[in-house]
Antibody, heavy 120, light 111 residues
């Protein structure tokens, strides 16, 4: 059974940093075509895709709103995905999900989500 | 503001059918057969119910079906059941650095 479990969320002040982790199990994390991504969802809003990373970590894409502030990475030896978030702003407040990308960039498995609140 | 446009709400009675639309542009919905649909119950993660316009993942009821015409995709739920009451989001591959775009969501109420 595929499982994705996020951790690392919490309350952070504007301008601060936070690192989210996602532990994957139930599938061969490092093998093609298992691109992984991060998606966030602000309260009452639709999901927003943030970034994704190729199985070997060599290619990454980001949405413009987080480019230069967020960094996606993965450790295939630990079956883990990460999102380093710097220079956080109030509008970054959301539930953050890790997800596995599948055919046509559909997201076939999602974690339970990790709440990030940016507030002073 | 979401990239894809969905109606804010739809409703139907048990046993009826409803359709939710999702309108994009030629750079996303209209340009590729890579539209997906997600069901989200309160305080739960989204669940994939349709991918590549009209394909269902294993285990998803055949009461859910998808289609596309031009820049608009549609999700149809037939034989509405109480458990179908949820928020529904469309997603699409996009030819930009934002590889995946979503709609703002449609709240389905089963009367």
């Amino acid at each position: 059974e595929v499982q994705l479990v996020e951790s690392g969320g919490g309350l952070v002040q504007p301008g601060g940093s936070l690192r989210l982790s996602c532990a994957a199990s139930g599938f061969t994390f490092s093998s093609s075509p298992n691109w992984m991504c991060w998606v966030r969802q602000a309260p009452g809003k639709g999901p927003e895709w943030l970034a994704n990373i190729k199985p070997d970590g060599s290619v990454k894409y980001y949405v413009d709103s987080v480019k230069g502030r967020f960094t996606i990475s993965r450790d295939n030896a630990k079956n883990s995905l990460y999102l380093q978030m710097n220079s956080l702003r109030g509008e970054d407040t959301a539930v953050y999900y890790c997800a596995r990308e599948s055919s046509g960039r559909s997201l076939d498995y999602w974690g339970q989500g990790s709440l990030v609140t940016v507030s002073s | 503001q979401s990239a894809l446009t969905q109606p804010a709400s739809v409703s139907g009675s048990p046993g009826q059918s409803i359709t939710i639309s999702c309108t994009g542009t030629s750079s996303d919905v209209g340009g590729y057969d890579y539209v997906s649909w997600y069901q989200q119950h309160p305080d739960k993660a989204p669940k994939l119910i349709i991918y590549d316009v009209n394909n269902r993942p294993s285990g998803v009821s055949n009461r859910f079906s998808g289609s596309k015409s031009g820049n608009t995709a549609s999700l149809t739920i037939s034989g509405l059941q109480a458990e179908d009451e949820a928020d529904y989001y469309c997603g699409s591959f996009a030819s930009s650095s934002t590889l995946v775009v979503f709609g703002g969501g449609t709240k389905l109420t089963v009367l």
